[in-house]
């Protein structure tokens, strides 16, 4: 039997949440198809997971370390398998909050596989829906290197996180070696090691996050790590993997020279590959990319006139990034381009603030220096330390860098990295004052409350004009 709707939506992540709660808005009939649990990667296994476990990894941490002569250290005990417990309850509790109340207030989702049968039409848990418009939101998955050995032995995905799947993670390792040094190795390489695994990172670049951050960032956080006693390894390329007994044992070519790891477990965090691969695409026609990413037009058209893609699913494009709010704010534009009679809407992905949930936390927004000057700017950047900003310096937080890259002429803002306390929450003023091109000046004359972390901003922006070590508290 095949059933008609308004909008066929794969996947019920973020993103297919959205949109459709979009298509209901415009009374429109919609299902979502889902073969995991409900909800997609953010609440199961990615954001909400990973920033409940980090923050707990804090507290051990802040515990065992206290910044304050005075106060003693502390060791807080563990109960892993208690802590992981919570974790799924949370998690529980959220769905139901968030998820499935909304699936109960008339959005239908499809459980089982699914794949196309034509454009229009997809199979799923043996039925077949047929969509006026379709929406491909099956989002992302841990891509798994070509590294010799690795199908033989139980490595770690970030899916570890998860809840109510086999995958989840429930013993903390005594050892991990992490594959991989972008934002899901160092969150989860803090955390473990916090938890007190003993922690190397076999990064293949020259240093961490050597791309798309400023190099002062990757300076600034593998500094963090080296005095946690994180162990990260640059040029690292691993090459063969293999089981010996409770170890596994990694090896690598660092620099030009072999070396082996051995650990209780290891984790693979070498990226994400978008879910195209797997749903019969060919089928329905639309064009994929060497990537994986299904092809789209700023309005998330893709080549087939009634067939969209929105969220994890179609990668970079348009400069777009793997994150939860971008998915959202895709899957609504795609669904009102697709269903309602209003003007089409293209994407804008100018100004996209990002944040790693290490601590202290990296956050940026807009473009490097090298991408500014690449781009054509005469550019004018500096860099200074946290401990200028007299919040860091009251609560002896004083880790970290802020980097603002500005026009050398015009003086507009074209770019903010910030490394430290509460930068996830300050990125947001400098991601608001690139939205609506403010330059250096507009930083320096608003009034900030002092003393906040977002001053750093601020001092940053007058060391255009003066040496800001030199000024008193609030003096401009
Ligand atoms: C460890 C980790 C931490 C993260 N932390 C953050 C964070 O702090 N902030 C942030 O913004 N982002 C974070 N992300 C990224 C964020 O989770 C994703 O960008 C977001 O969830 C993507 O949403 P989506 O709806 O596009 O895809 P998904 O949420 O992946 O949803 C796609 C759904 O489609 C389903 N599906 C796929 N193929 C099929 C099929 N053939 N049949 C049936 N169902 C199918 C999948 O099971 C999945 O549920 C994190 C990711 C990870 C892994």
């Not at 039997?1 to 709660?21: H, K, P, R």
């Not at 829906?129 to 690795?150: F, M, Q």
């Not at 037009?297 to 006139?305: A, C, F, I, S």
């Not at 054509?376 to 946290?386: A, E, F, K, Q, V």
Request: aromatic share 4%; net charge negative; glycine share 10%.
């Amino acid at each position: 039997m095949e059933e008609t709707f308004d909008l066929v939506i794969l996947g019920s992540g973020s993103t297919a949440f959205a949109a459709a709660l979009a298509a209901q808005e415009l009374n429109r009939t919609v299902v979502m198809t889902e073969e995991r649990p409900i909800g997609g990667t953010c609440v199961n296994r990615g954001c909400l997971p990973s920033k409940n476990l980090i923050a707990a990894a804090k507290l051990i941490h802040d515990a065992r370390h206290p910044r304050y002569p005075g106060l003693t250290p502390c060791t807080i005990g563990l109960d892993f398998a208690a802590l992981i417990a919570q974790k799924d309850d949370l998690v529980h509790a959220y769905w139901k909050k968030k998820y499935e109340s909304l699936v109960g207030g008339g959005i239908r989702v499809e459980r089982g596989h699914v794949e196309f049968v034509d454009s229009q039409t997809v199979e799923v848990g043996g039925k077949r829906l047929k969509g006026n418009h379709v929406l491909i939101a099956t989002g992302s998955r841990p891509v798994v290197p070509d590294i010799e050995g690795l199908d033989g032995v139980a490595y770690l995905t970030s899916d570890l996180l998860t809840v109510d799947e086999s995958m989840e993670l429930r013993e903390l390792p005594a050892s991990l070696l992490i594959i991989g040094g972008g934002y899901i190795a160092l969150e989860l390489g803090q955390m473990f090691s916090r938890f007190g695994t003993d922690v190397t990172m076999l990064e293949r670049g020259r240093q961490l996050l050597e791309h798309g951050y400023e190099p002062e960032v990757g300076r600034s956080i593998s500094e963090v790590f080296a005095q946690e006693g994180i162990q990260v390894v640059a040029n690292a390329t691993a090459r063969t993997v293999r089981q010996d007994g409770g170890e596994i044992v990694t090896t690598a070519v660092v620099a030009g020279r072999e070396r082996q790891y051995r650990t209780e477990r290891v984790l693979v965090a070498t990226g994400r590959r978008p879910n195209t691969d797997h749903i019969a695409i060919d089928r329905a026609g639309v064009h994929v990319n060497e990537r994986g990413e299904v092809v789209v037009d700023p309005y998330l058209r893709t080549n087939v006139p009634h067939l969209y893609a929105a969220g994890d699913v179609i990668g970079r494009q348009h400069n777009s990034q793997m994150a939860t709010p971008l998915g959202s704010r895709q899957g609504g534009i795609a669904v009102r381009n697709a269903l309602s009679a209003g003007p089409t809407k293209a994407v804008d992905h100018r100004v996209i603030p990002r944040v790693i949930f290490t601590d202290p936390e990296v956050a940026v927004v807009g473009m490097t220096e090298a991408e500014a000057i690449a781009a054509g700017h005469r550019c004018w950047c500096n860099t200074l330390p946290m401990s200028l900003v007299p919040r860091a310096g009251a609560i002896r937080d004083t880790g970290g860098i802020i980097k603002m890259t500005a026009d050398a002429d015009s003086n507009e803002v074209l770019g903010v990295s910030m490394v430290g306390h509460n930068a996830g929450e300050v990125i947001h003023e400098a991601a608001m004052a690139l939205k609506h091109r403010a330059t250096i000046q507009d930083f320096i004359d608003l009034l900030h409350v002092f003393p906040t972390m977002a001053e750093a901003l601020k001092i940053v922006a007058l060391s255009r004009f003066k040496d800001p070590s030199t000024l008193s508290c609030c003096a401009e």
